[in-house]
């Protein structure tokens, strides 16, 4: 339990990091994003909502108060989760315009990630296992190579090729145009068709990593005492492989599970945009673009909230997984 | 300082039938792309049933790849070149995957040389039991948790032990724990390799007492490998003593103790000072072993051995040239040596 | 092959302490000798010629636009094709050449000289320092790097290339810190670093001259990953449109190709061109890291510590009393 609120109080600093780091940037860059924000919007629509400047004051400076000031609106702000308007997509809340987006790509990235690690390690696992056999050495050279390519490079090369000349997969945006998101049949299949080849490119981008961490970590695992005594007990092959080497070689892989999440929430905003999935990545990009700081803000936010989410997952897996962890 | 072990040096050894085990002829090569190393050279040994048979040499001369191979739990590129593993007259070597599988741990059982990493960390220790009488016999989780519990008693260790990890256990439960899953299915010989030098003095006179008893009660056989001859002259009915991937001298623990023949094994016993009695002068054997990759032609000893004095003399002649082979010189007492075979 | 053999010299042996020590033809032989990172120095040595004789082989000004030359598939005329606005991929390819190695070494080599320092005198130092820097890192490690890099991006008004280089460096030292750290923990308690520290010597001679010649290798692979990675992000900021619009690189390419939906419309050269130029660098450098990780493997990395050549490379060895 102690590990636990370490690493709880660790993480509320992280957060807290984040959420700083998020107020000082646009005051710590040259030049007042704040204009930025104005420029974009009409005086009318400034006419419309009167508190509307002091809401961006408050998230990115450019009020006449002191810094310390601006902090404690800001935080007192976020707090309500008041992000303001976004300006791009006035006069959406930039929490509603989150809200729509923030799903696709949690059920993108999420699904992805998964199978990424599952099949990696699964892959490194009969790998390792079966050193320099058929599999280890045709197999896993070829997650190496795709895993070199830049993700948006792979994801390209698959619109063209997959997409456009073989017509397997549709390449562009989440779901039919013609249809409205909602829980009915049309849409979800549609959504599910459109998420295919995304969720391919991601997974032969990072399936590599996994392959190669579980791959070398399981080669030494394999030369344990306790693997040479499983076989000695007489166990199955499929089961010393699996319950003493694989379940022993997972450890060291699962604490890159953040870092390796935190990659592909990176790779996701670039997979996105090649497949104009409308997405939060996507969302950034425009966002970023477009110079609506609010919702850059705010999805930066988010995004940093997601790594730390998974940074909590992996230390539960890992107090699940290692019984050293729990009482250690 | 020292506690007593229950038997004798002089205790007779079981009156031998058909042997459990014998190894022939056995060859064990590890094959690395430029060269190929002999860990295992043309060794012959038997096992009786309910023998306790010492196996002693320095670090390296493949007293442990000989434990492995009779286990056939060898790692690749190590591997059985020539010969035969007999277990009860049928070649371990030639059985399939499936029928070696059933064969490991039932017929023979091996405590493994490091308590430490022997045991799977991740998972308790009653499931490391029960994984393995599941391998072998239709048995429901809870008659095998409980025969676990039973085992871990006859080693004195408390049965609610069983849901322990094992970095929960001290080095000395671990060594236990693995001695009484080695005995769990009542196997007729034991592999010990080194199973105690992790340990400190104290606890490993303990375990060994423990496996003396068991041994007593039980009726298994167990071929003990160590680098500790002193130890086997206590423990053990009979010792074989290894030296480069040979076998050089087998006799009966008293007979050896007190009439060694071989000038290795004589060294090896100049080298620990008495349990009782005056200290004397300690030789030791100068020199380090060989490299089994290229050994040493003629008798692989010579270049150590003490007797072996240069000269244009017929004997040096053959101790450069020929390999001696082993040769009995009393009952049970073998020796593969010049100097014996010319009776010097 | 022979010739790279290392040549054991024996010391002269005055004292009965005497030891061998190996005496190497130094890295570069080392990393030629790996198959990996031999292939690795030809593919990153093939991209550095192309960037020096980058304004030879190229046209004159890659922008340049032409309608009457646009959308045109690779030929002799136009190896690599035109882009939409006629303009000569080939060129802004070998011209883009420059931007992304110069950019991926000096922010490697920024990010490294952060990383190192800080890893290494907190490893050192321990206690508060140490926790601190931890700490640090690991606040760090937990922002997604892409995101950030994102909004940073768009915040800044000048997206030159000493300023991406400055953003970069800053962004991903923590990576490097990490590992550098765990490195030289490993070597704190080392007998020759506490020999150091008995015989009196301050902490930066320690530090400078005993642990981290210790760890050259681990340092090296250090770099070559901020290297291709801050290239790569670079790129991918740049196809991502926060990239300064009037300069040539791969990644501008890259953004016009996307921007005018060229993959859509089933032009294939504006995006694979730059894109196998990314690949084949960053592979090459992959495979170079690859080679570090095997020649400084464990075993090496043992008979390197025992002979202590890699300390004979940075400092004369010391012999100690």
Same mark, same amino acid.
């Given at each position: ?328 | %300082? ?216 039980? &009726? ?90 240069? &000269? ?33 | ?45 093939? %991209? ?77 130092? &321990? ?195």
């Amino acid at each position: 339990m102690r590990f636990f609120a370490r690493r709880l109080a660790f993480y509320a600093f992280a957060v807290w990091v984040a959420l700083t780091l998020n107020f000082l940037l646009p005051r710590l860059m040259p030049g007042s994003p704040i204009g930025g924000v104005l420029q974009r919007l009409s005086p009318s629509q400034i006419q419309a909502n009167p508190g509307i400047i002091k809401t961006y004051q408050a998230l990115l400076g450019g009020g006449s108060g002191s810094i310390w000031h601006d902090y404690v609106v800001y935080l007192h702000r976020l707090a309500h989760l008041d992000f303001g308007v976004s300006t791009s997509n006035y006069p959406s809340h930039v929490s509603a315009v989150i809200g729509r987006v923030l799903p696709y790509s949690i059920f993108l990235v999420g699904v992805a990630f998964i199978l990424s690690f599952v099949l990696g390690t699964a892959i490194g696992m009969v790998a390792a296992w079966r050193r320099g056999g058929g599999f280890d050495s045709v197999i896993v050279p070829v997650f190496m190579a795709l895993s070199a390519f830049p993700a948006f490079f792979t994801g390209l090369v698959a619109v063209y090729v997959l997409g456009l000349k073989l017509h397997w997969f549709p390449i562009q945006h989440a779901y039919d145009s013609g249809l409205v998101p909602g829980f009915n049949w049309a849409f979800l299949t549609s959504a599910l068709r459109h998420s295919e080849l995304p969720i391919l490119v991601i997974v032969a981008a990072y399936a590599g990593g996994w392959v190669l961490n579980m791959r070398t970590v399981m080669i030494n695992t394999v030369g344990e005492d306790y693997v040479a005594m499983a076989h000695a007990k007489g166990l199955r092959d499929r089961r010393v492989m699996t319950r003493y080497a694989a379940r022993n070689a997972i450890l060291p892989p699962l604490n890159g599970f953040a870092a390796q999440f935190a990659g592909a929430v990176g790779g996701l905003v670039f997979i996105e945009y090649v497949f104009s999935y409308p997405g939060a990545g996507l969302t950034l990009q425009q966002a970023a673009l477009g110079n609506d700081y609010p919702l850059t803000q705010a999805l930066l936010l988010v995004f940093a909230l997601c790594v730390i989410a998974a940074n909590f997952v992996m230390d539960l897996l890992n107090v699940l997984l290692d019984p050293r962890v729990r009482t250690g | %300082m020292t506690v007593a072990l229950s038997t004798l040096p002089g205790e007779a050894a079981p009156v031998a039938e058909r042997p459990v085990l014998e190894v022939e002829e056995l060859v064990v090569e590890y094959a690395s792309r430029s060269r190929t190393t002999r860990a295992v050279d043309g060794v012959s040994l038997a096992i009786a049933p309910g023998e306790i048979v010492g196996l002693a040499g320095e670090s390296g001369c493949g007293k442990s790849t000989l434990g492995n191979a009779i286990m056939q739990v060898l790692r690749p590129p190590a591997r059985i070149a020539s010969g035969r593993v007999l277990f009860h007259g049928e070649d371990l070597v030639r059985l399939s995957g499936e029928q070696l599988r059933r064969h490991r741990w039932r017929n023979v059982s091996m405590v493994f040389q490091s308590a430490m990493n022997a045991l799977n960390p991740v998972l308790r220790v009653s499931d490391q039991f029960v994984d393995m009488m599941r391998s072998h016999e239709r048995v429901s989780k809870r008659d095998a948790v409980g025969r676990a519990g039973e085992l871990l008693e006859l080693v004195g260790i408390d049965r609610r032990r069983l849901r322990a990890y094992p970095h929960e256990l001290s080095g000395g439960m671990r060594q236990r724990v693995i001695i009484a899953m080695a005995l769990a299915l009542e196997p007729e010989l034991v592999i010990m390799d080194e199973p105690t030098t992790a340990l400190d003095v104290v606890v490993q006179r303990e375990i060994l007492q423990q496996v003396r008893e068991l041994q007593r009660a039980r &009726g298994f056989a167990v071929l003990f490998v160590t680098h500790d001859l002193s130890l086997l002259l206590e423990l053990a009915h009979r010792v074989a003593i290894m030296y480069a991937g040979e076998i050089v001298e087998v006799a009966p623990a008293a007979a050896l103790r007190d009439d060694a023949r071989h000038p290795y094994t004589a060294g090896l016993l100049s080298s620990f000072p008495p349990l009782t009695g005056p200290v004397e002068r300690l030789s030791g054997i100068p020199g380090s072993p060989p490299d089994l990759a290229a050994p040493p032609s003629g008798c692989r000893f010579h270049p150590r051995c003490p007797h072996c004095v240069p &000269g244009d003399t017929a004997l040096h002649r053959r101790q450069v040239a020929e390999r001696p082979v082993l040769r009995e010189v009393a009952p049970g007492h073998l020796v593969a040596c010049h100097l014996v075979e010319e009776g010097l | 092959m022979s010739q790279l053999q290392p040549t054991i010299e024996l010391a002269p042996a005055t004292t009965p302490a005497a030891r061998t020590r190996l005496r190497i033809p130094g890295w570069p032989a080392l990393l030629l000798r790996n198959p990996k990172s031999r292939a690795g120095i030809v593919l990153v040595g093939f %991209m550095v010629i192309v960037a020096l004789i980058a304004p030879l082989i190229s046209v004159s000004n890659p922008t340049d636009f032409n309608l009457l030359a646009a959308r045109q598939a690779p030929s002799w005329h136009h190896l690599f094709g035109t882009t939409d606005q006629g303009s000569d991929i080939f060129s802004q390819v070998v011209l883009g050449a420059r931007r992304s190695l110069v950019l991926g070494a000096l922010a490697g080599l920024l990010a490294t000289v952060l990383a190192t320092t800080l890893g290494v005198l907190a490893a050192y130092s &321990g206690g508060v320092v140490d926790e601190a820097v931890n700490f640090l890192t690991n606040v760090f490690l937990v922002i997604p790097t892409i995101p950030l890099l994102v909004v940073i991006s768009a915040y800044l008004k000048s997206r030159s290339m000493g300023t991406m280089i400055v953003v970069l460096a800053l962004t991903l030292w923590a990576f490097e810190a990490r590992i550098l750290r765990g490195q030289a923990l490993s070597l704190k308690n080392r007998d020759f670093v506490l020999a150091a520290k008995v015989a009196g010597e301050s902490t930066w001679r320690i530090v400078f001259g005993e642990i981290m010649p210790n760890m050259i290798s681990r340092i090296a692979a250090a770099f070559v990953l901020v290297f291709y990675v801050s290239l790569l992000v670079d790129a991918g900021l740049e196809f991502l449109g926060l990239g300064d619009t009037t300069h040539v690189s791969w990644g501008m390419t890259l953004y016009w190709a996307q921007t005018n939906s060229a993959v859509l419309q089933g032009e294939w050269w504006p995006f694979l061109f730059p894109g196998l130029a990314l690949v084949i660098t960053v592979l090459g450098l992959t495979l170079i890291l690859a080679g570090i990780d095997e020649v400084s493997n464990p075993r090496l990395r043992d008979e390197v510590r025992r002979r202590g050549f890699l300390r004979s490379l940075v400092l004369p060895v010391r012999r100690a009393a």
